[in-house]
């Protein structure tokens, strides 16, 4: 398999080395510490992120009261991480059955593919970013426009938002796998990375410190004594910080590579992570697992819904 030779590494450069951890010394640098994924653990992360995504999405399709908004933007980002982690698995298991020889393709053949599976997956990321940030800017004014939510977010804008999602991550990620050596597109990934973790912290930390602000009115109000305000503080601060930090440790090492690609791509540090592409994509896929999580099954209606799902009760 060729080693990184797209923009996403190719995907299709998963080691068959089945050791997770090892050294190894560069001929020009230091030792690298090289996390090995094994195809088989592609394989699993996909299939649990493409059982538990499509629950989520049978789940809001089944239950007209889940037809709102903020269940339509949930729903597309399940959609969005069931694409990312499906694609790196069809594209693992492609690959592994031509090594075999179970599986017989002309070359032209497996390059078309490889390319639509390409901008597949690339398209699926970007629109998995755009939905966490509608997601948070739905929240937010729900939140600081309580009594216009509902006049600002209708569902006519919030499907002529996804469907304008769904066609630029497909456009732009078109012109990424087309254009996947130009460093302007490496540049242009990385930009709208940092754009979308400046825009959720920004809004979620802003509704936190206005949160915090309303508990402290209500304690004084009902002459409360200062730590129950102050415990849901903190509780609302480990939920933010559970949040941006499951958003920037999964995908951050990814556009970390992106970065280290424009400003180092030679020097030998650097090269030690591009070593470790495949664990940087195991962790997106561990992102759409951890996603239904976070925005999803918090919700009991959703909860009850899948519960009735599950046992058939349609």
Request: aromatic share 10%.
């Given at each position: 398999?060729?080693?990184?030779?797209?923009?996403?590494?190719?995907?299709?450069?998963?080691?068959?080395?089945?050791?997770?951890?090892?050294?190894?010394?560069?001929?020009t640098?230091?030792?690298?510490?090289?996390?090995?994924i094994?195809?088989?653990?592609f394989?699993?992360?996909?299939?649990?992120?493409?059982?538990?995504?499509?629950?989520?999405?049978?789940?809001?399709?089944?239950n007209?009261?889940?037809?709102?908004?903020?269940?339509?933007?949930?729903?597309?980002?399940?959609?969005?991480?069931?694409?990312?982690?499906?694609?790196?698995?069809?594209e693992?298991?492609?690959f592994?059955?031509?090594?075999?020889?179970?599986?017989?393709?002309?070359?032209?053949?497996?390059?078309?593919?490889?390319?639509?599976?390409?901008?597949?997956?690339?398209?699926?990321?970007?629109?998995?970013?755009?939905?966490?940030g509608?997601?948070?800017?739905?929240?937010?004014?729900?939140?600081?426009?309580?009594?216009?939510?509902?006049?600002?977010?209708?569902?006519?804008r919030?499907?002529?938002?996804?469907?304008?999602?769904?066609?630029?991550?497909?456009?732009?990620?078109?012109?990424?796998?087309?254009?996947?050596?130009?460093?302007?597109?490496?540049l242009?990934?990385?930009?709208?990375?940092?754009?979308?973790?400046?825009?959720?912290?920004?809004?979620?930390?802003?509704?936190?410190?206005?949160?915090?602000?309303?508990?402290?009115?209500?304690?004084?109000?009902?002459?409360r004594?200062?730590?129950?305000?102050?415990?849901?503080?903190?509780?609302?601060?480990?939920?933010?910080?559970?949040l941006?930090?499951?958003?920037?440790?999964?995908?951050?090492?990814?556009?970390?590579?992106?970065?280290?690609?424009?400003?180092?791509?030679?020097?030998p540090?650097c090269?030690?992570?591009?070593?470790?592409?495949?664990?940087f994509?195991a962790?997106?896929?561990?992102?759409?697992?951890?996603?239904?999580l976070?925005?999803?099954f918090?919700?009991?209606?959703l909860?009850?819904?899948?519960?009735?799902?599950?046992?058939?009760?349609?």
């Amino acid at each position: 398999m060729p080693v990184q030779r797209r923009l996403l590494g190719c995907l299709n450069s998963t080691p068959m080395a089945t050791p997770q951890f090892r050294l190894a010394t560069n001929q020009t640098g230091p030792q690298c510490l090289l996390v090995s994924i094994p195809d088989g653990l592609f394989l699993g992360l996909g299939l649990v992120s493409l059982v538990e995504n499509m629950l989520v999405v049978v789940a809001i399709a089944k239950n007209r009261n889940l037809h709102s908004p903020m269940y339509c933007f949930i729903c597309c980002l399940a959609l969005s991480d069931l694409l990312v982690s499906t694609s790196n698995a069809l594209e693992t298991t492609i690959f592994l059955l031509l090594e075999v020889g179970a599986l017989a393709m002309p070359a032209a053949v497996v390059q078309q593919l490889n390319n639509v599976i390409d901008v597949l997956t690339c398209g699926s990321m970007v629109s998995s970013l755009c939905f966490l940030g509608a997601i948070a800017v739905d929240r937010y004014i729900s939140i600081f426009y309580a009594l216009r939510y509902h006049s600002i977010v209708t569902l006519p804008r919030v499907r002529w938002a996804i469907v304008v999602i769904w066609m630029a991550s497909i456009l732009s990620s078109t012109l990424f796998i087309t254009y996947y050596n130009h460093v302007a597109v490496l540049l242009c990934l990385v930009t709208f990375f940092l754009a979308m973790l400046a825009l959720m912290a920004a809004l979620y930390i802003h509704m936190l410190a206005r949160a915090c602000q309303h508990a402290r009115g209500i304690a004084r109000l009902h002459k409360r004594q200062r730590p129950v305000h102050q415990g849901f503080c903190l509780k609302g601060a480990v939920t933010l910080t559970t949040l941006l930090g499951v958003f920037f440790l999964c995908w951050g090492p990814f556009f970390l590579h992106l970065t280290l690609i424009i400003l180092c791509p030679q020097h030998p540090a650097c090269s030690c992570v591009f070593k470790n592409f495949n664990l940087f994509l195991a962790l997106i896929i561990c992102n759409s697992i951890v996603d239904p999580l976070i925005y999803a099954f918090r919700s009991r209606e959703l909860r009850l819904t899948l519960k009735e799902v599950l046992l058939c009760s349609w």
